[in-house]
């Protein structure tokens, strides 16, 4: 009598496995358990004898060693992997459909097959001929850039056996497949699976790897988080598709820093990398409008000035509607508790919508001041000089204004903007130099700075 396949219910979002079917995953998801083949168990079998030459050394008389880079001649990418790919590495990038990810790669691996060799294109969603139109439009067509339309991992392994790439692009990891697995492509088993294959290919061959991979409706990378522990470098793009901006971010990087963006222009050639951000972000700006104000962030080594909107409007009915795009709402609720309590601003009956221009996300708190002088600012209907005054700063829960770090960097660069004023913590200002150009206006606590920016000029 035939032995009966045995099925396992595997959670999609957190690869837990149930003998039965659950409505709710024990990681909280729900209608995530997949019906898949259970693999055979294998006879149990003894370890074998240890034959490796690697053995336990000592910490110290490791030799330490600077990790080779190639250049991707893509300044913004080369920037935020930290000075270019590492090779060996597996880097992971996602995005939302259609926002840039395979342009932005294939601009790379023609650079880097025109430099170093043999790059791998394997394309999993796509054909070749789709593949050739878009190198033909981004003008990266190259001679040693070879395209393969292939899932099956297998297969993909004895190609680079072949061929021997300097470098391997993957689009996208949720197609692939291993021929052993009975579960379908882009099931946990299945890109875990073949994610580990790519990984011991990569390490082994000392050849680095970009792995394009999906994301959820709610822009959290699709698959089992188990694949951002795997890989070396997690990079992800965001912007809005009928916007022109992007922005690449890494969320993980074992071979730098994890603060550092990239910005890039859409255009019919391809993206095009941005030099001066700042310029971008504020080009915008108006000086006679309410609720708008330029605020500096340091993102990584770079800082950079960004335009803040603020939207402070009547509640029609129910409850008060908080909205933040760009900045923590967390911290947008902290700054309106501080307002409302140390300035006797009445918002409890208002919505209060805040947006960064650009589609950048602010990281850090230097422009929570910006932030609270922007709402402010759309509550009374007084307009601030925003072309020729920025806003540095981090708000307490006191009301306080606490100093923020690199300020010298911030200032440099509004200077060099075109800025005349910055309003700062007095602290900041204390601590630094003056500079040519712009004047330095330090405020104790946020109702100084309100009182500076609304009152007094009025005067």
């Not at 698959?223 to 901006?245: K, N, Q």
């Not at 919508?353 to 990281?363: A, F, H, P």
């Not at 602290?427 to 003056?434: A, F, I, S, T």
Request: one cysteine or more; proline letters at 4%.
């Amino acid at each position: 009598m035939a032995k009966k396949n045995k099925t396992v219910f595997v959670c999609q979002s957190c690869g837990y496995e149930s003998p039965k079917w659950m409505g709710q995953c024990v990681c909280g998801a729900w209608n995530s358990l997949v019906e898949e083949l259970k693999s055979p168990e294998q006879p149990y079998k003894k370890s074998p004898t240890l034959t490796s030459s690697v053995r336990p050394q000592s910490l110290k008389t490791i030799q330490s060693g600077i990790y080779s880079r190639l250049d991707t001649r893509i300044g913004e990418l080369n920037r935020v992997l930290g000075g270019g790919l590492v090779k060996g590495s597996l880097t992971l990038i996602s995005g939302e459909p259609g926002i840039g990810k395979s342009t932005l790669i294939l601009q790379a691996s023609s650079k880097l097959a025109d430099q170093y060799g043999i790059v791998l294109y394997v394309s999993g969603e796509e054909s070749e001929e789709q593949i050739k139109m878009r190198a033909e439009r981004l003008h990266a067509v190259s001679e040693r850039l070879l395209v393969v339309s292939e899932t099956n991992v297998d297969v993909i392994e004895a190609y680079i056996d072949e061929l021997n790439p300097v470098f391997i692009v993957v689009d996208s990891i949720q197609t692939l497949f291993k021929p052993d697995l009975t579960s379908a492509p882009g099931s946990v088993s299945q890109v875990r699976e073949c994610a580990n294959n790519l990984m011991r290919i990569g390490k082994t061959k000392d050849i680095p790897i970009f792995i394009v991979a999906h994301v959820t409706k709610t822009g959290e990378l699709a698959g089992p988080r188990i694949l951002e522990h795997l890989v070396d470098t997690v990079l992800h793009f965001t912007g809005e598709r009928t916007a022109e901006f992007r922005v690449i971010r890494a969320m993980k990087n074992r071979f730098g820093t994890t603060s550092e963006v990239g910005v890039f222009e859409m255009k019919e050639e391809g993206l095009a990398e941005v030099g001066n951000p700042s310029a971008i972000f504020l080009e915008g700006l108006n000086p006679h409008i309410d609720g708008a104000i330029a605020v500096c962030s340091l993102e990584g080594t770079r800082p950079l000035l960004v335009e803040i909107q603020a939207l402070a409007a009547p509640t029609n009915l129910g409850f008060a509607r908080r909205t933040a795009i760009g900045i923590d709402l967390n911290r947008l609720n902290l700054i309106l508790a501080v307002l409302e309590k140390k300035l006797g601003l009445p918002l409890i009956h208002q919505d209060v919508y805040v947006n960064v221009v650009g589609g950048l996300k602010l990281e850090g708190t230097s422009s929570d001041l910006g932030v609270a002088l922007a709402i402010y600012s759309s509550m009374k209907g007084l307009p601030i000089a925003a072309t020729t005054t920025a806003a540095i700063g981090e708000i307490s829960l006191t009301g306080e204004l606490r100093p923020v770090s690199h300020a010298e960097k911030m200032i440099k660069e509004a200077a060099k903007m075109g800025f005349k004023k910055c309003i700062m913590p007095k602290k900041n200002v204390e601590k630094m130099q003056k500079y040519d150009g712009i004047q330095l206006i330090g405020a104790e606590s946020l109702k100084d700075a309100i009182t500076i920016m609304f009152h007094q000029e009025r005067e």
